[in-house]
């Protein structure tokens, strides 16, 4: 089987390393550019912006590919993943989901909100997909301690449709019954979980 599989691979011009092996040093050396938004280490320190250390390698890759293809618009990270190649994506998701996870800040945590929050991912069975402690699984993102203004942005674009969700479009359905003030609520609670 193994020499079937070899000159096959021969026969397509494909290497004897399977291309799915990710580079993290070599995804260290491309994040260069990244660091400026997302932080020296992943984590960002602008509220608006995501942070991206301990983020499922998976979900990354499909960002970033997203936002290559132009699915996911984005005026920032459009220009940003135009010329990223596939083995660049591979090895950006694989870099950056190694990194230790970062805690946003949260200055101003509201006990009232942060508790309407947390009924409200029940009442909607966010961990349903995004895991009990919300860190996330496969190509559901950890949502737990993202940054709260980018977390508020993001559940509006699924909302109106800026963001279309993949697959079965969960998300787009998880946020369609929300209002503003629940997203608030929700974006609260999660940015301050502990
Ligand atoms: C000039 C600032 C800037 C730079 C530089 C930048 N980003 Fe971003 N990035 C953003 C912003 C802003 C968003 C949020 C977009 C939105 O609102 O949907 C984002 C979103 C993302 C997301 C989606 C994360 C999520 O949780 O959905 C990924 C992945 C990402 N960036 C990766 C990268 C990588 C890899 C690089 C370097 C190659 C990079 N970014 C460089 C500003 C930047
Ligand atoms: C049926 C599964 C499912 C449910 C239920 C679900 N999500 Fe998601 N969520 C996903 C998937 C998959 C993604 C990433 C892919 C995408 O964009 O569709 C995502 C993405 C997100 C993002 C974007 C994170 C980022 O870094 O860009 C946020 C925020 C989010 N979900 C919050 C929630 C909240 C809050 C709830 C409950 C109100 C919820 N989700 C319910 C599956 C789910």
């Known amino acids: ?46 509220p608006a912006i995501p942070s991206l250390a301990g983020q499922r390698d998976k979900f990354l890759q499909w960002q970033l590919v997203f936002f290559r293809s132009g699915r996911r618009a984005n005026e920032i990270m459009g220009p940003m993943a135009a010329d990223l190649s596939d083995e660049d994506v591979r ?9 230790p996870a970062g805690k946003p800040p949260v200055p101003d945590v509201d006990p009232a909100l942060r508790q309407a929050g947390q009924s409200l991912a029940e009442k909607h069975r966010c961990a349903a997909c995004h895991t009990d402690n919300f860190g996330g699984n496969q190509a559901a993102p950890a949502i737990a301690r993202q940054n709260r203004d980018y977390l508020v942005k993001a559940l509006a674009d699924y909302r109106s449709g800026a963001r279309p969700s993949v697959g079965v479009a969960a998300m787009t359905e998880a946020a369609s019954g929300l209002s503003d003030s629940d997203i608030a609520a929700l974006a609260h609670f999660l940015a301050a979980y502990e």
């Not at 390393?17 to 260069?32: H, K, L, T």
């Not at 090895?91 to 990194?99: E, K, M």
């Open 91 to 99: 090895n950006l998701g694989a870099y950056f989901a190694s990194l």
């Open 1 to 46: 089987m193994r020499i079937v599989w070899a000159l096959l691979a021969a026969g397509l011009g494909m290497a004897a390393v399977p291309a799915s092996a990710a580079d993290i040093a070599a995804g260290q050396a491309r994040a260069e550019v990244c660091q400026a938004c997302h932080g020296a280490q992943g984590v960002s320190e602008n």
